[in-house]
């Protein structure tokens, strides 16, 4: 009975074993590149700290602090100009006291940024405006060009923030610094590897199209099968360390040789 | 290839398993519903639309001469009030250390967001079918959102799902709202990004080191395609 049982167990060892041989084999050469992009672009991702990534460290976060002799232009004297006034913040852009509000209006909302002391427009902001704020927010090196974006904004930068200046640095990374042409605020930071980062989070969740849907149908597909090749690569690994087919293959002998 | 072939297997030994969970906790990230998976299955949009135009106001420089010194003031609202929010230390993002001081815009009082206030901004901010049956201050970090940084209420709702509602404590700030979906997204997140600390990044150790295991096995994996390949192993019996 031993016998014929481990007998049994030793074909089914070596059939289970084959089928993985042969499904690993031939899945892998469908969705094996998959697996090394996994790989490549997931340890890039772990590598970089997301901080660095954000770009966190390209900018300087200064702590300017108001000072209120300088709001000459009472929030009253706002309101009676600008009736329709929301979301205001009195802050400060490149150490000037600074109103900042939207006004919506029919055609969308409207950003204004106004100067605290005399209720002067400041917006929309020159270049050399931009180019001094890229200066004072950051540490980056020399300004290699402006760019003002109005419409059809690169991929790096959220639409919903134009129009905008661009300032690409010449510095480690190609930094570039966003800054609002309506409120003067820094809207975007962005380096080489951000762009990077990017690109292989879209090739991690197989979406190259815009935007970073991880819902797609491709994705699904292909996972699916990896987890069959993930899977009969397991049972290899396990026929690998615990060898049952050889522990049987070994007792049958011995068992057989002491039956003879 | 000899050494591929024992590269291969060795990887798989050290990764193997963690592979398959990426690969498990990657198909339920495909598949979830990304509303449910971020919380938001009772959450309602808050849409204050009454602007502020009222003579009560007190002008922001009084504000900001009877308190510390500020970076920004800001007229907000609070459950349809005004206020002023006062930023004395401003960090990158709002889940950062922040320093805030909220003041009522009509008195010039401090305003401190208690257990009440918290409550009545979860209220507004859920529309499930529970109640609140339970209110909790956070002083230290939040297993929900791992990031923020700030003190926070956590006003409980009795529904079925669990929900919770994170109000930042220094600026009435609704963080977001965690429930049973939210919380076993997570788990699969935590799978993915062996982030067993709770710290809301895949910045670990441990994931560097598999991460350097994955590509000794996918890349040996791959030259030993190759390879199958170029000596023609690859054949369509009949």
Known sequence: ?260 | MKWIRIFHKWASIVVGIQFLLWLLSGIYFNLMDTTKAKGRIYQASINYKRPIVDDRLVEPSIVLLKNQPSVAIELIQILGEPFYMLTHEKALYPHLKNKYTLVDAYTAKGFLINEQVAAEIAKISYNGPGEIFNIRLHNSTIPDFPKQQNPTWEIYFDDVIDTSVFIEASSGRIIGHSDGHKRLADIFFMLHFMDYSNNGSFNNIQNMFFAIAALWLTLSGFIWTIHIGLKGNYKIRH
Not at chain 1, 23 to 44: A, C, D, E, P, R
Not at chain 1, 237 to 244: C, E, G, I, N, Q
């Open chain 1, 1 to 260: 009975m031993t016998i014929k049982r481990n007998l049994k167990q030793y074909t089914n060892g070596k059939k289970v074993l084959k089928a993985s041989r042969k499904i690993h084999k031939w899945l892998m050469l469908f969705i094996g590149i998959q697996f090394v992009i996994w790989s490549v672009t997931g340890t890039y991702m772990v590598f970089f700290d997301i901080d660095y990534i954000h770009g966190d460290s390209l900018v300087v976060n200064h702590q300017d602090k108001i000072n209120p002799d300088d709001i000459g232009y009472s929030l009253s004297t706002l309101f009676s100009d600008y009736p329709n006034a929301d979301n205001i913040r009195l802050s400060t852009f490149l150490q000037q006291t600074v109103y900042r509000f939207v006004v919506n209006t029919e055609s969308g909302p409207v950003q204004f940024l106004l100067d605290a002391g005399s209720g002067k427009k400041l917006s929309p902001i020159t270049e050399s405006k931009a180019i001094e704020a890229a200066h004072y927010y950051s540490k980056l090196g020399n300004v290699k060009s402006v760019v003002l974006i109005t419409d059809n904004p690169p991929f790096e930068l959220n639409p919903r923030v134009l129009p905008a200046w661009r300032i690409n640095f010449d510095d480690f990374g190609a930094p570039s610094l966003y800054f609002s042409q309506s409120t003067g605020e820094l809207v975007g930071k962005r380096h080489t590897f951000w762009r990077l980062f990017d690109w292989m989070f879209r090739f991690h969740v197989m979406e190259y199209k815009d935007g970073g849907d991880i819902g797609n149908w491709l994705l699904f597909v292909v996972t699916f099968f990896a987890i069959l090749g993930c899977v009969s690569g397991l049972i290899m690994t396990y026929f690998l360390l615990v060898r049952p087919t050889k522990k049987l293959a070994t007792s049958h002998k011995k068992i057989s040789r002491d039956v003879i």
